[in-house]
């Protein structure tokens, strides 16, 4: 099952087709010749022989006997979790010891006949849970991308309110709404290269079809750009030694803000934390990181204003090494205007690092400012070409309608998300979810599936 498909049945609420295979197996013990069961509402019990005990009361002789078919009930309902199952091993282990043999080969049977004939659909509920609408932090993503969803949903209607018919012109505006909505040039194009063919295979000609078929195709190249992405945050191999994050990024797209953020959560969750001020080019950049270590309850180490940064950094990794601190977040300048300096400066830093703490830093994060669109997009490839960026601090998204950047940044860059900004809040910094994005997104514009 892909990821369009469960987000269709989460926003559809659609439980799982399970019924038929409980009316299977009942059939079978009606074909054996069981005792007359009760109706169907009674929803976990069925009415034995008068010579045949209930489970409660089944004797230790009959528990031993019944132990396989138990076992292999067991197994099923680790393996597919659902009431029905619950029924037909409870109907299975109150049958006369008589038919137990043969209901246990045809269980047996139908259990093969159900993993062969659903091996995908066993695999998505093992693999692929279905996603949660429920949850804290589905309410949290919901919430930080309420604009963007709101923005990409109006772009969307306004190009099918003038829908007439499936043609040039048609994809022509297409491209140029996904360009506005920030999936950026090269997505868009994909989008409606693929989306041709796709609407002539479906035959799509109502809005609501054209309109799935679109969020379909961005949805599947979303989740197929990020198949063997990293979402999540590295940590140092060695516990004796400390986990070293390197943040990049130009100044105001909240770098120091989520290095603050970040040193709360892990002071909260009892590590020691050490900061350092790494940017001592930018005025007020480093009481500006003070202010935070102040704030969370951490250490900062600093240097004056035009400092080299390296030897700031040193002095941190020596000080994180003596006094066993557990994570070092370090702060860096944002002068990509000089490329040349920029990329001289963050490899002496990362040297300085490699000479104290050779698998250090376990992370180098690049922060944008996801309001800015497609600058974003731009400064992320001349950060690539600068330093070896291992993942994306996307903030602000709370505060923009351009939330499509992140399709744009697996797509063309190949570059994992690894943390959002949801809001303003200390715990708004969150560890980026795919699934929860993508619902985030598109809540509301995917047409819940008919039968």
Do not use: C
């Amino acid at each position: 099952m892909g990821l369009f498909d469960r987000l269709r049945r989460a926003f559809s609420g659609e439980p799982e087709e399970e019924p038929k295979k409980e009316d299977e197996i009942v059939s079978t013990s009606e074909e054996n010749q069981e005792p007359e069961e009760t109706a169907t509402n009674e929803a976990t019990t069925a009415t034995p022989e008068d010579d045949q005990p209930k489970v409660a009361e089944t004797t230790t002789a009959e528990a031993k006997e019944a132990e396989p078919v138990a076992k292999e009930a067991e197994d099923a309902k680790e393996v597919v979790q659902t009431p029905e199952k619950v029924e037909v091993i409870e109907e299975i282990e109150t049958t006369s010891e008589n038919n137990e043999v043969k209901i246990a080969k045809k269980a047996d049977e139908e259990s093969l006949e159900q993993q062969s004939d659903e091996p995908k659909e066993t695999k998505a509920e093992t693999k692929e849970p279905e996603i949660q609408t429920t949850s804290s932090e589905t309410v949290r993503y919901d919430k930080g991308l309420a604009k963007s969803r709101k923005g990409f949903g109006a772009k969307l209607n306004a190009l099918l309110a003038n829908f007439r018919r499936v043609d040039e012109d048609f994809f022509e505006e297409l491209e140029e709404t996904l360009i506005e909505a920030d999936v950026g040039f090269e997505t868009a194009m994909k989008i409606s290269d693929e989306l041709q063919a796709e609407v002539k295979l479906r035959n799509a000609k109502s809005r609501s079809d054209v309109s799935d078929a679109i969020i379909e195709r961005l949805v599947d190249i979303y989740e197929s750009e990020g198949v063997d992405e990293d979402n999540s945050l590295h940590f140092a191999k060695d516990p004796t030694e400390p986990t070293v994050f390197l943040f990049v990024g130009v100044n105001g797209v909240g770098k120091t803000t989520t290095i603050g953020k970040l040193a709360h959560r892990y002071q909260q969750a009892g590590k020691k934390v050490l900061l350092a001020a790494g940017d001592t080019f930018r005025a007020g950049a480093i009481e500006q990181l003070a202010e935070w270590g102040r704030r969370v309850g951490v250490d900062v180490v600093t240097k004056p204003e035009k400092s080299d940064p390296a030897a700031v950094v040193y002095d941190a990794v020596v000080k994180a090494k003596k006094e066993n601190y557990d994570i070092l977040l370090v702060d860096t300048a944002g002068r990509l205007q000089n490329k040349v300096n920029l990329m001289n400066e963050l490899d002496k830093i990362k040297r300085v690092i490699t000479r104290e703490l050779p698998d250090a830093p376990q992370e180098v994060l690049l922060a944008l400012d996801a309001t800015t669109g497609q600058n974003a997009l731009t400064q992320a490839k001349q950060f690539k070409e600068v330093t070896d960026v291992t993942g994306i601090v996307l903030t602000k998204l709370d505060g923009t309608a351009r939330g499509g950047i992140v399709l744009a940044i697996r797509n063309e860059l190949h570059l994992p998300v690894k943390l959002v900004g949801l809001g303003e809040k200390m715990d708004d910094l969150r560890d980026f979810s795919p699934e929860e994005f993508v619902y985030g997104l598109f809540k509301g514009l995917v047409t819940p599936k008919k039968d």
